[in-house]
């Protein structure tokens, strides 16, 4: 099986950009979609952007749409996740993850999780 392993969170100001990172640990990626979720105290984990096997094609949610940008490297076996902008809001544990469905679906089931990596953005 796959395990992700998340990297490159931290505490920023509001306005400020990170790059997350993924790598796999175990088996590579090769097949899965791939998916950045988060989590806000409080708050229901909700998916921030997801990935196809393929990298053709890609989903925000709406609150990051225009600021976060999702991509992949195959042959490196990672993916990424380039947050601009950032707002309090976007405060978070933020998890990469990966699905047996290769492809984007609405509500579909990612299989692997990483532990998380904290992003807190200052107001």
């Known amino acids: 099986q796959v395990q992700p392993v998340e990297s490159g969170g931290g505490l920023v100001q509001a306005g400020d950009s990170l790059r997350l990172s993924c790598a796999a640990s175990g088996r590579t990626f090769g097949g899965f979609a791939m998916g950045w979720f988060r989590q806000a105290p409080g708050k229901e984990r909700e998916l921030v952007a997801a990935?196809?096997?393929?990298?053709?094609?890609?989903y925000y949610t709406d609150s990051v749409k225009g600021r976060f940008t999702i991509s992949r490297d195959n042959a490196k076996n990672m993916v990424y996740l380039q947050m601009n902008s950032l707002k309090f809001e976007d405060t978070a544990v933020y998890y990469c993850?990966?699905?047996?469905?290769?492809?984007?679906?609405?509500?579909?089931?990612?299989?692997?999780w990483g532990q998380g990596t904290q992003v807190t953005v200052s107001s």
């Open positions: 990935i196809s096997w393929t990298g053709g094609t890609t």
């Open positions: 993850a990966a699905s047996t469905i290769g492809r984007v679906r609405p509500g579909q089931t990612y299989d692997y």
